[in-house]
């Protein structure tokens, strides 16, 4: 890892034990070319992390990295504090924010997983050291008490969740089959996806300046300019080195990702590492294996600029503040368009007496062009439709008759000259 990045990942966890709750007393770094097998830092660099941790007086030390329970256990003896490494710091951020039965589950669920190795080396940290961070979720108590129950509970919770993640699918079936297009915001944690999200949706939803502020999967209607709806899904932010088993323990946000016929990323573009942000969401997207869903970057937060952004020439992409109305309209019209190019167009002649069709047309569909034909009592209709809708194959049909009467026509009334 290089330094800039390295320096990014140390920031990133500050913001981390900013948004568990903790404050950030002091930093230290040690440079080396493998973590030591048994306290992860030189022996040299405990003695010194062990001294500045009776100076400060501080409760906890968070490493940016994942410790091996005995690294932990034995971190834990040399400096007579409570060591948490970064992905139970993730964990517990998870724990507080996770708001669905599903959500609370899944958290619990990582939490055991995790702690079921470490276990004989936390009893006495637990019940010496009391709550706290990374301690949420689980009781004490409960991590005290034998593997054999704790591995009942880890069951208990799969099937729980098991039964929640058919119900889901079902919901999702029907949605599949109902053919709605599905838009998925996704982006690096705290890039402004959840604020885009209730403008654009006149939703209600959870928008803090923190990391990880949306955990559970959302998903509200998207109205856009024509008055085509489409389902807005908002997802789980992305984080570099985030564990595999976190990324699985909200599959169910990130399957809305899969289910995607387009994905806006949002990027923040004041932060001085939004380019890493952007290829870290990039290469997450590609191992899901949406890396071929149709895309567009939305640059956000503009308005905390202070200098004008200018964006990939070659990406498709806008340059927004989320809070801005012309913004959000901006963005309206642009989903529309891309949504367009995955549509065909068509032409049909709607009767007055189908109102129910016309209705549906106007939300279905992307419609351009309507008009009253006095002579037949019926609308003209032009417009797209997508090819995977109920309607597609309706409206096809429709444009080739409408095409046959149309010839015929011509033939009746040959042109005089």
């Not at 002091?26 to 080396?32: H, P, S, Y």
């Not at 080396?121 to 991590?143: D, M, Q, V």
């Not at 908002?234 to 564990?243: A, K, Y």
């Not at 976190?246 to 995607?260: C, P």
Request: glycine share 6%; net charge negative.
């Amino acid at each position: 890892m290089d330094d800039s990045l390295f320096q990014s990942t140390m920031e990133e966890l500050a913001a981390l034990t900013e948004t568990a709750g903790g404050q950030v007393v002091a930093t230290l770094t040690q440079k080396r070319e493998r973590p030591d097998s048994a306290t992860y830092l030189g022996q040299g660099k405990v003695l010194e992390l062990g001294q500045a941790c009776e100076t400060t007086g501080v409760e906890m030390v968070i490493f940016n990295d994942d410790l091996s329970p005995s690294q932990q256990t034995n971190l834990q003896k040399e400096l007579d504090v409570k060591v948490i490494d970064r992905t139970q710091l993730i964990l517990d951020i998870f724990a507080q924010r996770a708001r669905s039965r599903e959500g609370q589950l899944q958290v619990e669920l990582a939490q055991y997983e995790y702690l079921l190795p470490r276990l004989s080396g936390f009893g006495i940290a637990l019940s010496r050291l009391g709550g706290g961070i990374g301690t949420r979720g689980p009781g004490e108590t409960k991590l005290e008490t034998d593997r054999r129950h704790i591995r009942r509970r880890i069951l208990e919770i799969k099937k729980q969740i098991d039964t929640i993640v058919q119900h889901r699918e079902r919901y999702r079936e029907r949605r599949r089959r109902n053919r709605v297009f599905q838009v998925a915001l996704v982006g690096y944690t705290n890039a402004g996806k959840s604020s885009l999200f209730s403008r654009l949706t006149d939703a209600e939803t959870l928008a803090e300046d923190k990391l990880f502020a949306t955990l559970d999967p959302l998903t509200r209607k998207l109205r856009l300019p024509s008055g085509f709806t489409a389902l807005l899904s908002d997802t789980v932010g992305f984080i570099q080195h985030l564990p595999t088993t976190l990324v699985a323990a909200f599959r169910s946000t990130l399957e809305e990702v899969k289910e995607a016929d387009l994905i806006l990323h949002v990027v923040d573009a004041s932060h001085p590492d939004h380019t890493q942000h952007e290829e870290t969401v990039n290469r997450l997207l590609k191992e899901l294996g949406v890396g071929h869903v149709p895309m567009l970057i939305i640059y956000n937060k503009k308005d905390k600029l202070s200098e004008p952004f200018q964006p990939p020439l070659y990406k498709d992409s806008l340059v927004i503040s989320a809070f801005d109305a012309s913004d959000l309209v901006k963005v309206s019209h642009t989903v529309e368009k891309k949504i367009i190019e995955q549509m065909d167009p068509y032409q049909t002649v709607v009767p007055a007496s189908d109102g129910r069709l016309v209705t549906r047309l106007e939300h279905e569909t992307v419609v351009q062009h309507r008009e009253w034909e006095e002579q037949t009592e019926s609308y003209l209709v032009e417009g797209f439709v997508w090819t995977e809708s109920p309607l597609y194959e309706t409206l096809t049909a429709s444009a080739s008759s409408h095409e046959e009467r149309e010839t015929n026509h011509d033939f009746d009334h040959p042109a005089t000259t």
